[in-house]
T-cell receptor, first 113, second 114 residues
Framework: AQSVTQLGSHVSVSEGALVLLRCNYSSSVPPYLFWYVQYPNQGLQLLLKYTSAATLVKGINGFEAEFKKSETSFHLTKPSAHMSDAAEYFCAVTGGSARQLTFGSGTQLTVLP | DTAVSQTPKYLVTQMGNDKSIKCEQNLGHDTMYWYKQDSKKFLKIMFSYNNKELIINETVPNRFSPKSPDKAHLNLHINSLELGDSAVYFC?????????????FGPGTRLTVL
């Protein structure tokens, strides 16, 4: 079985500040990990994914995430927040024979002016 | 061009009614999915089809029946709607069944059961 825990259902940062969204996973097989973003009233869009190649993964819109096996983490970061980054962010895991993604409960990011 | 489209975007209906949500993808993908997002934003897989064949069927009431007339379409029919069915339903598609394949999501259908 696989699961994802996203610490902090709401995160607020000031514009220009570092964004850090936390994701910890549990998996009995080598995981593939994903970050998706959901803007208001829209579907989910892939930000980045880890597929066992480089542990530091760069995605769209300046986001990146680092896979740390020892910490079972895949935290999402962005050096400088923009107002347009305000959205819901979902971490997801899959791997092994699993065909579906298992999502975390999401983190709502608010960017303050 | 919208890659994954869903209709309707909003659906308000009474308890006990039967309703359908349609999904179409123009990406040429072989695999399609239905997800349910509840009021707490928790997203869970319901069904998946690959080339019109059901490959994922999670524990969902049998009032929910997916239908895939061709690999570009995956519709969701819901019988005898209940209050607890109120949610946002997302359709998604991917190139194949590999768990490395990126899933592309539609804009969602917000279902409200009164």
């Amino acid at each position: 079985a696989q699961s994802v825990t996203q610490l902090g259902s709401h995160v607020s940062v000031s514009e220009g500040a570092l964004v850090l969204l936390r994701c910890n996973y549990s998996s009995s097989v080598p995981p593939y990990l994903f970050w998706y973003v959901q803007y208001p009233n829209q579907g989910l869009q892939l930000l980045l994914k880890y597929t066992s190649a480089a542990t530091l993964v760069k995605g769209i819109n300046g986001f990146e995430a680092e896979f740390k096996k020892s910490e079972t983490s895949f935290h999402l970061t962005k050096p400088s927040a923009h107002m347009s980054d305000a959205a819901e962010y979902f971490c997801a895991v899959t791997g092994g024979s699993a065909r579906q993604l298992t999502f975390g409960s999401g983190t709502q990011l608010t960017v303050l002016p | 061009d919208t890659a994954v489209s869903q209709t309707p975007k909003y659906l308000v209906t009474q308890m006990g009614n039967d309703k359908s949500i349609k999904c179409e993808q123009n990406l040429g993908h072989d695999t399609m999915y239905w997800y349910k997002q509840d009021s707490k934003k928790f997203l869970k897989i319901m069904f998946s089809y690959n080339n019109k064949e059901l490959i994922i069927n999670e524990t969902v009431p049998n009032r929910f029946s997916p239908k895939s007339p061709d690999k570009a379409h995956l519709n969701l029919h819901i019988n005898s709607l209940e209050l607890g069915d109120s949610a946002v339903y997302f359709c998604a598609s991917s190139k194949g069944t590999s768990n490395l394949d990126t899933q592309y999501f539609g804009p969602g259908t917000r279902l409200t059961v009164l």
